[in-house]
């Protein structure tokens, strides 16, 4: 999606939620507790943060930022949560990687103001939807998916038989064997996807990438398809335990005549940005393109 730019913040009230039990989180809380209670804006905290400072509220109220504390998990937990309404989502990166968080904890006391100012832009991602379709033709409930949606196989180590099909008319695209496949989007595409030997997509191309994970067949290779693409996944006989886990995080099984369908969402994802911040920046950052040492933790 195309990143929008902000005008004036215009933020009275921050959600923020939290990676439990980092060591790191109390020390990021105090400083924005600070830099929001001198800019007589207020912090609320997410219902299961656990202990809150007494000065410090929880959510009771609609918000109009959300701030994460934690790594990508932490932000992709926090950004299904608001999406519906619309709610941006500052990532601040207490872990190591961090493609999707946007500053560091020693950045706050720096940024925290910018962001209050309205001195940020607004990077718009692109969503699927992915739900299972039983063989009676009932649909199971949709996931929200910003990363990617991996079908693998439960249990022991052993592969599993999948035909890729597109479109309405669903025509196949591929039959192979593997330990199982990503239907994962732009943003995923530096996620699992890329580990899988997915390309890099830049975000602000709209498409849908089908990664095969360690194919049997050198010839099988990823796709890149149209946003407009509908993708249905199936396992073929001889497969059996197949689990659905979308952006890390949700589980449903499939038996062996359900059905795997990914198609564009309705829903953006909308990240806090600053200026200077942008996708290639921080490829070179974080994968080291550069001749630069690599900073994984701010």
Not at 143 to 155: E, P, S
Request: hydrophobic share 40%.
């Amino acid at each position: 999606m195309p990143a929008t730019a902000a005008g004036a913040g215009g933020f009275r009230r921050i959600g923020v939620i939290a990676r439990t039990g980092h060591p790191r989180v109390a020390e990021a809380l105090d400083t924005l507790r600070r830099l929001t209670a001198e800019r007589g804006v207020d912090l609320v905290m997410h219902e299961g943060f656990g202990d809150v400072p007494p000065e410090v509220q929880k959510f009771d109220a609609s918000i109009d930022l959300l701030i994460t504390l934690g790594g990508d998990g932490t932000l992709l937990h926090g950004a299904r949560m608001v999406s519906p309404d619309g709610i941006p989502v500052l990532g601040v990166n207490l872990g190591r990687l961090g493609f999707l968080t946007s500053i560091g904890p020693s950045e706050l006391d720096a940024l925290v103001p910018k962001l209050l100012a309205g001195d940020f832009w607004i990077d718009e991602r692109f969503t699927l939807d992915t739900a299972v379709i039983r063989p009676d033709g009932r649909r199971g409930p949709s996931h929200l998916t910003l990363n990617d949606a991996v079908l693998h196989k439960g249990g022991l180590a052993r592969v599993v038989r999948l035909s890729i099909h597109i479109g309405p008319d669903e025509e196949e695209i591929a039959t192979y064997t593997a330990d199982g496949v990503i239907v994962a989007t732009p943003t995923g595409s530096t996620a699992y996807s890329l580990s899988a030997n997915g390309p890099v997509v830049d975000p602000s191309i709209d498409c849908i990438l089908a990664t095969p994970i360690c194919p049997h067949m050198l010839v099988i290779r990823p796709l890149v398809l149209p946003p407009s693409s509908v993708v249905t996944v199936r396992s073929l006989p001889g497969s059996s335990d197949l689990i659905l886990t979308v952006d890390g995080r949700d589980g449903e099984s499939l038996g062996p005549d359900d059905s795997l369908v990914v198609r564009r969402g309705d829903r953006t994802v909308r990240l806090v940005r600053f200026p200077g911040q942008t996708f290639f920046s921080t490829l070179r950052r974080k994968l080291s393109w550069s001749l630069d040492p690599p900073d994984v933790t701010d």
